[in-house]
Each structure stands twice: as C-alpha cells, then as structure tokens.
C-alpha cells in the first residue's frame, strides 16, 4: 500500500473523528506544511485560510518554535505540576505581562474546554454562587460544563450536562435579536437584556458573566461601541466575575495580545488556548485577577491536571511569544486587517450579491452569505453545526483552487495565520472571488 492509501486505512478503521458521523467521512490525508501551506500526499499544496481550528497563528512549523520543543525535548519533556520548572515560570510571566490590568497568575491547561471549566470553577468559588450566564452565539469547548455554556446547537445533544448555566443574547448588530437599526442602539439594548436577565435570574446566584470578546466559531462578531465596557460595569454592579474567553480571539488574533485590548476592557479571567503556542503541543489556561487569586491564597484550589504547565508546551509558549515580540506579529496581524483583508473582502462584496455582510479585525473576518436582499441566509442552521448544500459548494470550489477555507452555517471565516503575507492573501482573495460565483448562483 501506498503512503498515502495506509494513511486512509488506518484512519478509516481506527480513528474515531470530532463532531463526525463516522460512516459519511473521508478525511483528506496531510503529509506536511510550512508557513501558511500544507500539501496532501498527491503534492496537492493548500493555502491555509482556515489555520486550521484558527490555532496556527505563527503559521505552520515556524523553525524556531520548532527548534525550541527539540531543546526542551532533550532537557526535560514532562514533570509534574507540583514542581517549578524554568519555562512554566517563564510562560506565566510572559503572559500576565502582555495581559491587561492586575491579571498576574496562570492556570495552565492543555486546551481552551479545560481553562473555561477552570474559570467557571474559580468564579463560583471566588463568589460562592452557581449561575453561569452565557451567550447563544458562542462556542466554549466540549467538556461537561463547558459545552453547556456554549449557546450554539452543539450543546443540544450534549444536554443535560452541567447545571447552573443561563444563555442570553449578545450583540449582533447584523440580525439583531434587539431589532436595533444602530450600533449604539445595538449596545443599549443588549445592556438592558443583560441587565433584566441577571435580575431575573437573581445577582445573588449569579457567580460569572462568560463571553468571547469576539465570539469566533459563531460568526466573528465584533461587540459594538460601548459593549464590553457596559458588561464590566455591570459585573461591578452586581458582584460578578467577568470571564472573556480569548481562546480563540487571543494572542494576535484580532492584531492585539488580547482582543478585550481594542476597547481598553480589564475582565477578571481570561481563558486562552490556541493562539498562545499555535497549537504544537497541547496548551491552554486561565489568566486570574490578584483580587481572585487571594481568594486561593489560604485556601486550596480544588482542580488540577496531570499535564497542568508542562514543559515542553511552555517552552513552546516562551518561544512562540518571543517570536511574536521580535517579529512584529501583531502589527502585521493588524495591519493585514486594515489594509489587505479588511478592503479585499468589502471589494468582493461590491462584486458578489451573495456576500450579505463583511465584519472583522485584525485576521478574523467573516462574510455572510445569503440568497436576497432581505438577507435570508444561504443556508439554515443544522444540529451538527456543518456547512451544508450550497455552502458545501463553496468550500469544494475553493478546494478545488488550492485554497482550504473555514466554513460554518453560511458563513466563509478568512482566518488565515497571522503571519500570511500581503501577497498570500491577495492570492486567497482571489481565489475566493472565483468561488462565490456558485454562491452568487444561488442568490434570487
Ligand atoms: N473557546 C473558544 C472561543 C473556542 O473557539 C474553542 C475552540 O474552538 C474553545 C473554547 C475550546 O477549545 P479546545 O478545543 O482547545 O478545548
């Protein structure tokens, strides 16, 4: 057997897939990649407009982040979290330096689920009250309470799991579910809706107000002017723990350390993954307020991992920030953002009838796709959260042009590594263009 056709025989037989009917797949074999490509085993080279699950934010096998695992590897691969090790302590530091306000301590955790379980868990703790309120549009992890306070229909067939959670409304000013026709209108009204839901569900239960700053895998919403700043001031209020889950959002994504950054927000927990080592090895954790992390001061912290701060992803966390640092990352991640992707998308736009919106920062940015001018979306919403008919089209028109694209529902998300060139994405620009005419066929 080829390579190639082992790789499938394997896969077909014994891996179990994510999210997946496992009789209706047929994963494309990846032999290998390098910045923002990767190549299938027929040589097949793919741009990588999806990074992956949007994790690859310094690109693919950048050779320092590489070369920094191979020396760590050969020092010391893995010792338990009781003890204190030179790149643990140096990751936490580099990370409660980049982040906002009296955030100084990191809980670590080997990906973005476990820090939202841990947060969730600090927060109830710390205030001594159970309710966790969180928004429909929002994707948290696939762990027990985790996937109970993500909103998207992931959770349904999950459900019942964890107790305690409450979903609300955020913004979106696109289909807004406040029927506002301004963003500041957007703003006020999904305020109040926070306002009325904490009171109604009783501020003395309420433990933490959960959101992502810029909710992802949901559409790329961006809050709108006065948003977060209105959530913080009502967490005040009312004693609450604000915790922005920046898993996604975080770490150069939105052309900032963190994305709470573009509107000078302080939550008390930050949960990260992904972004912090671009996903090569297993990382992820809390970052906690001093005023919380006294609450475990005296008292022990009931949760812990066996893989909690391990060395080998540190060091590849100390690296990967470093690399960001001396590189420029978040600059460029900012300025392709400004002036390549966001102009590029809204170009298409003019073009295409079947783009409905463009919306983004730095290299997250999202366009909808829908079949009128009333905005009808291309296609509804399914249980299993994949694109589907006409959107499958899409993703298979892309494909086919060497670009591998991150579809959900009717949305195309341009979420390319941060360190993609100007000229990458003018090629995946490009591509995008020739396959939003089958889109556009679609549109009435
Ligand atoms: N939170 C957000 C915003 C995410 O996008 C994700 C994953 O996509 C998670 C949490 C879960 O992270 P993980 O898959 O590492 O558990």
Redesign the pocket.
Known sequence: MSNEAQVRADDRAHVFHSWAAQGRIDPLPIERAQGSYFWDYTGRRYLDFSSQ??NINIGHQHPRLVKAIQEQAAKLCTIQPAFANDKRGEAARMIAEVAPGPLNKVFFTN????A?ENAIRMARLHTGRHKVLSTYRS????TAT?ITATGDPRRWPNEPVAIGVVHFWGPYPYRSPFYATTPEQETERALAHLRDTIVFEGPATVAAVLL?TVV??NGILVPPPGYLAGVRALCDEFGIVFIA?E??AGFGRCGEWFAVDHWGVVPDLITF??GVNSGYLPL?GVVISDEIAETFRERPFPGGLTYSGHPLACASAVASMQIFKEEGIIEHARSLGEDVIGPGLAELAERHPSVGEVRGLGVFWAIELVRDSAGTPLVPFNAAGAASGPMNDVAAACKERGLWPFIHFNRVHVVPPCTTTAAEVREGLAILDGALTVADGFYA
Do not use: R, S
């Open positions: 699950l949007v990906g973005g689920a476990e939202n994707y948290h992890g696939a985790a992502e992802g895998t889950d898993v996604m993954a992904k992820g």
